[in-house]
């Protein structure tokens, strides 16, 4: 089903109270879709966001010349895993082990050796301002939530999403990442070509090697529903 105005309208709404507070308020149609990992991104973006400003830090991003949106990407440092560690009485000492990884962190995950996520690809990491780079993520992530508004689904629903099926080279593991930040740990399946479950919204695919960086496709972005199926370039 495609999005229609309102959905665009209720999914920039709801980006913008995500992003921008630090308590946002849920109304009631808020609570007809599934919310649990849009929460968790958009906590992790600003722990992140935090951390490298306090530190005098650029905020990576992925710039893009064939995409959705030219709109560069904000890059995941995985903090993700770390967030059900950051009690109230924990998080100075963890924002200052973080910010002293950082710079390790950002080498070892997107420039330095064959593993390095984005090495050789053509695509072009550059550090913005934090203000710079929540802009696009509130951009990007309206339109994500206008892709789930148009396909509502309780968030207390049994259902795990929508069937999606990725081929590509054969043997491969395949990944999946929302358009609006950019991580490399969410596996849809093994091997490809091969299909699993996938909460609604906009996302890009790619697909890589046991033990090996993921390689995503970024010319091309999947609406979940009513895109159904990925046929990678590689």
């Known amino acids: ?3 229609s ?3 665009r309208k209720l999914g920039r ?3 913008v109270r995500l992003v921008e507070r630090a308590y946002p308020e849920l109304y009631d149609s808020d609570r007809d879709i599934y919310l649990p990992d849009v929460l968790e991104s958009v906590e992790a973006f600003k722990l ?7 530190s005098n830090r650029g905020f990576p991003c992925l710039a893009v010349d064939q995409s959705d949106s030219k709109v560069p990407i904000p890059l995941s440092l995985g903090l993700e895993s770390v967030l059900p560690l950051l009690l109230p009485e924990g998080r100075d000492f963890f924002d200052s082990l973080l910010a002293r990884l950082y710079d390790n962190l950002f080498e070892l995950m997107y420039r330095r050796g064959p593993g390095a996520v984005f090495a050789n690809w053509g695509t072009d990491i550059k550090t913005f301002s934090g203000g710079e780079a929540t802009s696009f993520l509130e951009d990007r992530l309206s339109d994500f939530l206008a892709v789930r508004f148009s396909s509502r689904q309780s968030n207390v629903s049994a259902q795990p999403g929508a069937l999606f099926s990725v081929s590509c080279s054969p043997d491969l593991r395949a990944y999946y990442t929302p358009t609006y930040w950019l991580q490399v740990k969410r596996v849809l399946n093994y091997p490809t070509p091969t299909s699993g479950w996938v909460q ?3 996302y890009y695919f790619g697909a890589a090697q046991l033990g090996q960086s993921p390689r995503f496709d970024f010319s091309a972005y999947y609406d979940i529903p009513p895109d159904n199926h990925a ?3 590689f």
């Open 1 to 3: 089903m495609p999005t």
């Open 48 to 54: 992140q966001a935090r951390i490298l400003g306090q």
């Open 200 to 202: 609604p919204g906009r």
């Open 13 to 15: 709404d709801l980006a």
């Open 231 to 233: 046929q990678l370039p």
């Open 5 to 7: 105005d309102n959905d």
